[in-house]
């Protein structure tokens, strides 16, 4: 079956901006949870929609913002871009809500390559 | 406050011989670990995982081993193989709580010719 898709996988804008990324899960799952990648601060949860909830957040700004709909399709949003915003955006997805073990492992996308200029 | 951390951005091993990823962590209230795996331009891909409760395990060339009392967990990849260079993720979890998943900042394994 086709795993996790993100688009786009590359972006480009300037400071002061908004952007909104897209992630489509692997059919039959309900979770879906972001994270940034940056070579400074490694991996870092930014949240975890399921059916269309937010469960959870990790520590970042109001700025960063997302949703999930009915066909469990998520897209995040970041308002007011920032030079420090760039990094590759990752969504992971799997068939229910919580980390692991009490699901099965998340499936990550690709990934969206955000340049804040 | 980085509480999964890897400290060894890089690491360059030779085809064949041992590789072995470290990763230490503060917070003692975790109690699953997982390893990550990351080629340039893809997801992450889940590699292997141990539970608290256990020591070491073994998934054909790779072993995790979790020392507790140290708060620190290895990865071991023996014959180390080209196809190895990527970047590996640490990762720590609640076993019991519906909570994110932390990830360390990774090291970039070089596997040499």
């Known amino acids: 079956k086709a795993g996790v898709t993100q688009t786009p996988r590359y972006l480009i804008k300037t400071r002061g901006q908004q952007v909104t990324l897209s992630c489509s899960p692997i059919s039959g799952h309900r979770s879906v949870s972001w994270y940034q990648q940056t070579p400074g601060q490694g991996l870092q949860f930014l949240f975890e929609?399921?059916?269309?909830?937010?469960?959870n957040k990790g520590n970042f700004p109001g700025r960063f913002s997302g949703r999930q709909f009915s066909n469990s399709r998520s897209e995040m949003n970041v308002s007011t871009l920032e030079l420090g915003d760039s990094a590759l955006y990752l969504c992971?997805?799997?068939?229910?809500?919580?980390?692991?073990?009490?699901?099965?492992?998340?499936?990550f996308g690709p990934g969206t390559r955000l340049t804040v200029l | 406050d980085q509480q999964v951390k890897q400290n060894s951005p890089s690491l360059s091993v030779q085809e064949g011989r041992i590789s072995i990823l470290n990763c230490d962590y503060t917070?003692?209230?975790?109690?699953?670990f997982l390893w990550y795996k990351k080629y340039p331009a893809e997801g992450p891909t889940f590699l292997i995982s141990i539970s608290s409760i256990k020591d070491k395990n073994e998934d054909g060339r790779f072993t995790v081993f979790l020392n507790k009392s140290a708060k620190h967990l290895s990865l071991h990849i023996v014959p180390s193989q080209p196809g190895d260079s990527a970047v590996y993720f640490c990762?720590?979890?609640?076993?019991?709580?519906?909570?994110?998943?932390?990830f360390g900042k990774g090291t970039r394994l070089h596997i040499l010719p």
């Open positions: 992971a997805s799997s068939t229910v809500a919580g980390a692991p073990p009490s699901t099965d492992t998340q499936y």
């Open positions: 917070n003692s209230m975790f109690d699953y």
């Open positions: 990762a720590a979890c609640f076993m019991n709580r519906d909570d994110k998943i932390i």
């Open positions: 929609y399921f059916s269309e909830t937010q469960r």
